[in-house]
């Protein structure tokens, strides 16, 4: 359940409406989803978060699905079902199919497992592991 009101188009500042637009046309929808809508309530922090997200999620190095998956794995870890689901559904319309989603899932799984294997171990990374200088 939110902690703030989701505001409608019609309750929205003039600043706030400007980043819907924008979320709007990159995204080809009128669809604006819920997380959005409540942040839309401190236009700064929208403009701020919509800026910042379109910047890291835009095609790279790493192209816009691989981009998705590390998103919903790293939603997976922290516990936000908002973003799993919404970054699930990104990574579907961005070409991600059924065998990958199953792939996805059995590495976020096996991450966590080992994840809280070698922490609850205390074992320390090897020393091959650390990055050394490059004079």
Request: charged letters at 20%; aromatic letters at 6%.
């Given at each position: 359940?939110?902690?703030?009101?989701?505001?409608?188009?019609?309750?929205?500042?003039?600043?706030a409406?400007?980043?819907f637009a924008e979320i709007r046309a990159a995204r080809g929808t009128e669809y604006v989803n819920d997380f959005w809508r409540a942040?839309?309530?401190?236009?700064a922090t929208l403009?701020?978060?919509?800026?910042?997200?379109?910047?890291?999620?835009?095609?790279?190095a790493l192209d816009p699905l691989v981009k998705e998956m590390v998103?919903?794995?790293?939603?997976?870890?922290?516990?936000?079902?908002?973003?799993?689901?919404?970054?699930?559904?990104?990574?579907?319309?961005k070409g991600m199919d059924t065998a990958m989603?199953?792939?996805?899932?059995?590495?976020?799984g096996m991450a966590m497992q080992t994840n809280g294997l070698v922490t609850a171990l205390g074992v320390a990374p090897d020393a091959?592991?650390?990055v050394t200088r490059s004079d």
């Amino acid at each position: 359940m939110a902690t703030v009101t989701l505001l409608t188009d019609a309750e929205l500042s003039p600043e706030a409406a400007e980043v819907f637009a924008e979320i709007r046309a990159a995204r080809g929808t009128e669809y604006v989803n819920d997380f959005w809508r409540a942040l839309a309530h401190d236009p700064a922090t929208l403009r701020a978060t919509w800026d910042r997200l379109s910047a890291v999620m835009a095609p790279g190095a790493l192209d816009p699905l691989v981009k998705e998956m590390v998103y919903l794995a790293v939603s997976t870890a922290n516990g936000c079902a908002y973003c799993v689901h919404s970054h699930t559904t990104a990574a579907k319309a961005k070409g991600m199919d059924t065998a990958m989603h199953g792939e996805l899932l059995a590495v976020i799984g096996m991450a966590m497992q080992t994840n809280g294997l070698v922490t609850a171990l205390g074992v320390a990374p090897d020393a091959a592991f650390q990055v050394t200088r490059s004079d």
